[in-house]
């Protein structure tokens, strides 16, 4: 098993190919965690899926529970660049994610360990370990140069 900033690297690859895209540069990676195999790398899609639910953690989340063949995952970690929605956060805990380990926090959207704190929340029935600030620093420079360079362009 490699280390937690091993994995958020992964992540932060995927990110920056949503960048590329022109999609807001947030990027996970979910990992078997007795084994440490990545089952699942994905960046944002909303804007080229026309799919507002197309966020990473959503579309990795979906793709591991098709690869094992259920809607539950608790023997999985997501690594995530930027801290997850609400929307996410609530896949999250419906997939039983076992640890969920997030870079950048996020004041405006966040909902973990800003906004809503959904995790918190007594109708949440699953909280998944949480780490926070994993590589936040360098998460939070691809969004702000990301974001920079949008409003330098427009």
Request: aromatic share 8%; proline share 5%.
């Amino acid at each position: 098993m490699q280390s937690d900033n091993f994995y958020m690297a992964l992540a932060l690859k995927q990110a920056k190919a949503a960048a590329a895209r022109a999609e807001v540069p947030v990027g996970a990676v979910i990992v078997e965690c007795d084994t440490g195999q990545v089952l699942a790398r994905e960046g944002n899609r909303p804007i080229e899926l026309r799919d507002p639910t197309a966020h990473a953690e959503i579309l990795a989340i979906r793709e591991v529970c098709r690869l094992q063949d259920n809607y539950r995952l608790p023997g999985c970690d997501l690594f995530v660049t930027l801290e997850p929605c609400t929307m996410c956060a609530a896949a999250i805990s419906f997939a039983r994610i076992r640890r969920l380990v997030f870079g950048a926090f996020d004041e405006k959207g966040g909902a973990v360990e800003n906004g809503v704190r959904f995790f918190d929340q007594p109708t949440c029935h699953h909280r998944p370990g949480v780490v926070s600030g994993i590589e936040g620093d360098a998460a939070a420079e691809l969004l702000k140069s990301f974001f920079a360079e949008r409003r330098q362009n427009s």
